[in-house]
């Protein structure tokens, strides 16, 4: 059995980078990755980047099936683009298969021939990302029309009527997405309440225009089976008691993600999971045996390609800096909805600042009053910030409109340094913007 310094289990953000940077100091580096179509991770290949390439393209007019041939040769340049960054470094060997525990610091590989490696790593890194959830929904995992959020991607042919399950971020998305190529989109969540998390009038307002291109939602819906015919599938599902039915060419399940430890082999470890299915980290990463840390969706909480990242900041700083950051310093994270238009937030919404019974000081703005946006066509959307009376700070901040992904940035920054609203309010912004909106949200 081989001894190596290093063995990061998953070519994700977080492991890749790590490699690469463990290999820039010149220390031996084995990156495990069983798929060849996932040098990268999730982020370039199945999530972030070809869903937003073909949520632009559709956008853009593009025929879905340009798009999706776009799209693929993208994440093909990607990929090669990763591998090489890795396996052209002396130090770092880039193996394909399968790895799991077979003791604390022991892995065994099954390589894509089927034949088997075992390694002893000094330190371990297990960077295995997550995968989709399938509910329990008597026909739905056998369906022959089933879609998870990875393979919608990669269909050929655009589904005529399409149904997914699922009203979250993901389900959005996709429904936004498929909508606008052509696709009749029917939305089936089991909650009553409609983007539960953000605030009513937001919800609202990405309700309504989901709907005006053609997204059609049947909330409080409890799916009880889905039966395959022969050219489509039926799905049969409860509302206040009716019986309703729905015809799909394509079923999309966008029930969320899950930890990826399955065949992980830590029950041959003392690696300890959550109650929630992920690998048990304390504030620095660190897993419950020495010098096996976890990075990115398989640790749970956010999942995110920028958690990724910063969990490779973590690491690198106990090995080679202070030791000093920590998971709990993440105290300003925003995230991005690709729908159209992109709703984005970070800190507190009035809902949530409502149930801390936090005082605040109320800015909105419809986005119809931003010069910028009737320049792009596109006026739907409101802003809203909300700052401490006394402090002057944001304390957080929801933006649903065109180009809102690069304006949460700006806000997550003042937020982060501490700053005055004012700062942003009198700050000098070029003309036509989106970000000069920021003068008339904070008057």
């Not at 972030?48 to 559709?58: G, T, V």
């Not at 079923?251 to 899950?258: C, E, M, N, P, S």
């Amino acid at each position: 059995m081989k001894t190596i310094k290093n063995i990061i289990i998953g070519f994700g953000k977080g492991g890749k980078t790590l490699a690469k940077f463990l290999a820039q100091k010149g220390e031996e580096v084995l990156v495990i990755e069983k798929s060849n179509k996932m040098y990268g991770g999730t982020c370039i290949n199945i999530a972030c980047l070809p869903s937003k390439r073909l949520i632009i393209e559709a956008s853009n007019g593009v025929s879905y099936v340009d798009a999706v041939s776009g799209k693929n040769e993208m994440t093909a340049q990607l990929r090669n683009k990763n591998y090489h960054m890795l396996a052209d470094e002396k130090t770092v060997t880039v193996l394909d298969g399968e790895a799991h525990f077979i003791a604390d610091h022991e892995i065994e590989v099954v390589l894509t021939n089927g034949e088997k490696e075992q390694f002893k790593g000094e330190r371990i890194f297990i960077n295995t990302g997550a995968v989709p959830v399938m509910l329990p929904i008597p026909g739905l995992k056998e369906s022959k029309y089933i879609l998870d959020s990875t393979q919608a991607m990669d269909e050929k042919k655009m589904p005529e009527n399409l149904t997914i399950i699922g009203a979250g971020y993901i389900g959005l998305e996709f429904a936004s997405m498929f909508a606008k190529y052509g696709s009749k989109v029917t939305v089936l969540d089991h909650s009553i309440e409609f983007l539960s998390r953000e605030d009513v009038d937001i919800s609202q307002l990405v309700k309504k225009d989901l709907e005006d291109v053609g997204v059609h939602f049947e909330l409080g819906a409890d799916i009880k089976e889905i039966i395959d015919e022969e050219n489509e599938a039926k799905v049969r599902y409860q509302i206040n008691g009716q019986e309703k039915e729905i015809s799909a060419n394509r079923i999309l399940a966008a029930t969320g993600r899950k930890p990826n430890i399955e065949n992980l082999g830590l029950e041959n470890t003392s690696i300890e999971i959550t109650d929630r299915g992920a690998v048990k980290v304390d504030d620095f990463l660190r897993t419950t045996v020495d010098k096996v840390w976890a990075i990115g969706d398989v640790k749970g909480g956010l999942q995110f390609t920028y958690i990724s990242l910063d969990d490779f900041r973590i690491i690198k700083d106990q090995l080679f800096g202070t030791g000093a950051r920590m998971i709990s310093d993440r105290k300003v994270v925003p995230y991005s909805v690709f729908i159209s238009p992109a709703l984005s937030q970070v800190g507190l919404n009035e809902k949530q600042a409502h149930n801390q019974n936090k005082e605040y000081k109320l800015f909105k703005l419809p986005v119809a009053a931003i010069p910028k946006a009737k320049v792009a066509k596109d006026s739907r959307g409101l802003f809203k910030a909300l700052v401490d009376p006394e402090t002057e700070e944001i304390l957080g901040a929801t933006l649903y409109g065109i180009e809102s992904y690069e304006l949460i940035n700006m806000i997550s920054l003042a937020m982060k340094a501490h700053l005055s609203y004012t700062v942003l309010r009198d700050q000098i912004y070029t003309h036509p913007t989106m970000s000069e909106a920021f003068n008339d949200l904070f008057k």
